[in-house]
Structures are given as C-alpha cells and as structure tokens.
C-alpha cells in the first residue's frame, strides 16, 4: 500500500491553564482559597491585596460559568489598561481593583454577631496541681497524687487500674497498692467534683457523696452503685421494686443523677476553636430575600503598580508571564464568587418558605433544577455548593444543605426529606413522655397528613436527628 499523507479537521475539548485553575479556585472552601492566594501572593510580585476601600458586587446574573472561565470578556478593566501601558494613569485607578462583595456582609446588630468560642486556660492538670500545693501531706504521698493527676484523661478519669499504674512506676521505690489507694483518696477530694473516678458509676457516685445526705440523694447513690443500668434503660418499673420508692421519689431521683456531670475534666479541655465564614449574606430587603457576598469572604487583589510600571516601560520583560498569570488570577476569582452568587440567589429564590417559614416549609431541590435554569454544568453546581456556606437569620447553613431528596405525598406532590425530618423532630418534642410516640405511630400520623412514609425510613430519620427510641424516650 502507497504512504500518503491526510488532513482531518476534528473538534475537542481542552482544559487550558486558565480552565483549570478556574475550576480548582471553585471547588475550594474559603479557608483553602485564602490559603491557595497565599502561595500566588509570595509566588508573583505582581499580585497584591487591596486594602482601601472597595466596590460592592452586587447581586445579578453573570454572563460566565466557572466552565467557560477561558472567555476574556471578563476582567476588561484590567486588560485595557496593560494594553494601553504608554497611558500610566490607570495605576492608581480603584476601579480596576476588583473587590467582588457586598456592603452588606456583615450582619448588623439586630441580626446578631458571631461569637468567639471561649477556650479553657487552665488546663485539667494545672488546676488540679495548685490544689495539690495546698494541702499538707508527707512527700512520698505528693509525689504519688502528682503521678495520678498525670495519668489522667481530658474528661478527669484514671483509665488505668492501681495495678496497672503500679508496675508503670519504678521498681526500686517500692510502691504498694495501698499507698496508691491514699494518693487517689486525695485526689478525688479535689475540685471538680468527681475527678479521679474509674468509670462514670464511681464519678456520679463521687458527686453524690459530696452533697448533703437527704432522701433523695440517698435513694440516688443506691440508684447509681447498684442500678444504673436499670436506670439507663428506663425499666422503672423494676427500679421501683429493687429500691422500694414510689413514683415521686424516683423521678426526683433521676433529676438529681441527671443534674451530675459525668465528665468532670471536660471544661478544663483545651477545645479547638473552628470558624467558619460565610461566603455569602441572606437578608430580607422590602420583602424579598436577597443575596449578597461576605466582604470578609472575598479576597481583594489587584496588579502591583511599581512592577506594572516597570513592566509598561520595558515590553522585553521577563514579567509578562507573570502579569498573564495575575490577570487570569484576579478574573478567576471574580468569576468564582458571580458563580457562587448566581447559585446561592437560585436556592434562595426556590427555597423561599424555608427563610419565611423553617425546616418544614423546606421543598424537595436537586442540583439538576439549578443546574437548568442557570445553564451550568450539574458538576458546577456541584462545586459551588460543597464547602461553601450561607449566613442567614436562621443561621449558618452550608449550600447543600438546601438541597435533598422527596418523600411522595397523597395528593401527587412531593415532601423534601428535610421538612419530614423537622416535622418528627416537632412531633417528639410535644409528644407525651409517658406515652411516647413509636416510629410506626410516627408514620401513621405523617400519613394522616398525607405524607406517606414507611416506618423504616422514620426510624432512619430519626435516628439521624440522634433521637432514642421509645423505650428510652419513656418517662414515668
């Protein structure tokens, strides 16, 4: 067969530099885009942070997706101006510092502020080694609490036995059981009450011993020593019996051990404070719900004026590719944030009983609907809506939050899954606590409302809201 050469035309998709980080910048949470404009920031002298003021982006639809970020009609203010780098006023120009966020994304005063979570500092140990300073006793013996205070966890309790603890100790000191007896006798004298406890029957026990000793805290330590497990799952009936009590002192009895604190150490525990920050702001203006960015969300970046000029006056430089690259930055992030608006303004439109009315207004969303009508790709949708997250008057929500399956109702239409979750939830809240609602009882009512759920998917739910059972749910 002869050689020949042929020309074939053909079509295909490629994800060109700019694409890809479009994409990227999109999938990524607040706190890991702050952290990927970091690295642009030390890596390219050309980018820098805006910090005058800056223009509010206002809610609107946007002409790109986060798919067709490649387009360069975006972002033209910029480009404009290092094209026509002989004219070098547009340096100090503000409007060429793009600052993507609303006015409004701050909450005011009536809406609430967000409070710092207040960390413990002074640890469990400390606390527990100033007392130990305080109390006279021979040294052996103070040596002996300050190794219990040691082996103790964050909730206060000596996971290990005496025995165990003994044979971690030096051999040559001789240790014996009973010393270490009287080390922890000490130990459990300190505040808070019941540290030093083995498991969480000896801790409630501790507290107990430490109040005065009337009927009820009497019947309460008889309770906790000998039939906690009875109490843990609700056989009152027998509990009566064991105890010889009626009705009333049993009740007050289970208030008091309910009053306890089963973990003693835990407000001494050094927690990890975790913010979030929304990326956009929901508020109800003339009666329309309204969605705006966060200002404290979005990161302001524009083009070094000093490299810019040097770069104006010297074509031949070798920061051009890196001016490119903060052109494509500063228009990606831009789009990141008109696309994370299109879509939180979408849910918002769809979702509009859920802020008038709560959870059980909530109405049946996939991400195919937003999808549609904002004429972007499910997996855009997808992007945008994961990590990214809400402030609205009834709190902090995350974007897919908003979105979830549909039970079918009676009447042809369909119940979000997040609405009958509400609705269960407000059931066994005003349920009788005698006679607790069962999850087939559950289900015969959502059906009397026309809401046809099975009573395996009821048990689901609510286990899913962390709600016992009815046996456990069942007061006396």
Sequence with gaps: MKPSLQLKLSQHLALTPQLQQSIRLLQLSTLELEQELE??????????????????????????????????????????????????????????????SS?????????????????????????LSSQLGLISIPDRDHTLVQCLIEALDDDGYLTLSLEELAETLPAELEIELEELQIALNHLQCFDPTGVGARNAQECLALQ????????????????????????????????KKLVECDDVQLRDAQSLIRSLNPRPGSKYAALEARYITPDVVVRKIRGQWVVNVNSDAFPRLRINSLYAQILSRQR??????????????????????????????????????FFDHGEVAMRPLVLREIADILGLHESTISRVTTQKYMATPRGIFELKYFFGSHVATEAGGACSATAIRALIKQLIASEEQKTPLSDSQLSEILGQQGIVVARRTIAKYREGLSIPPVKLRRAF
């Design 208 to 239: 107990l011993e430490a109040l005065h000793g009337d009927d009820t805290s009497v019947l309460a330590l008889k309770i906790v020593r000998k039939h906690l497990d009875l109490l843990a799952s609700r056989d009152f009936i027998r509990l």
């Design 103 to 127: 006015s409004s994304g701050s909450f005011d005063d009536d809406d609430g502020d967000f409070q710092d979570v207040q960390v413990a500092t002074t640890s469990l140990r400390e606390h």
């Design 316 to 353: 031949g430089s070798g920061l051009a590719g890196q001016l490119q690259e903060a052109r494509w930055l500063i228009k990606n992030v831009q789009q990141r944030f008109d696309t994370i608006l299109r879509v939180a303004q979408s849910i918002v439109d769809r979702q509009r009983q």
């Design 39 to 100: 690295k642009y920031l030390q890596e390219n002298p050309l980018l820098e942070r805006v910090e005058e003021e800056y223009a509010p982006l206002q809610p609107g639809p946007s002409d790109q997706d986060s798919e067709s970020a490649a387009d360069d009609n975006t972002g033209n203010d910029i480009e404009t101006a290092v094209s026509s780098a002989d004219d070098e006023s547009w340096l100090g120009d503000e409007e060429n510092n793009y600052s993507g």
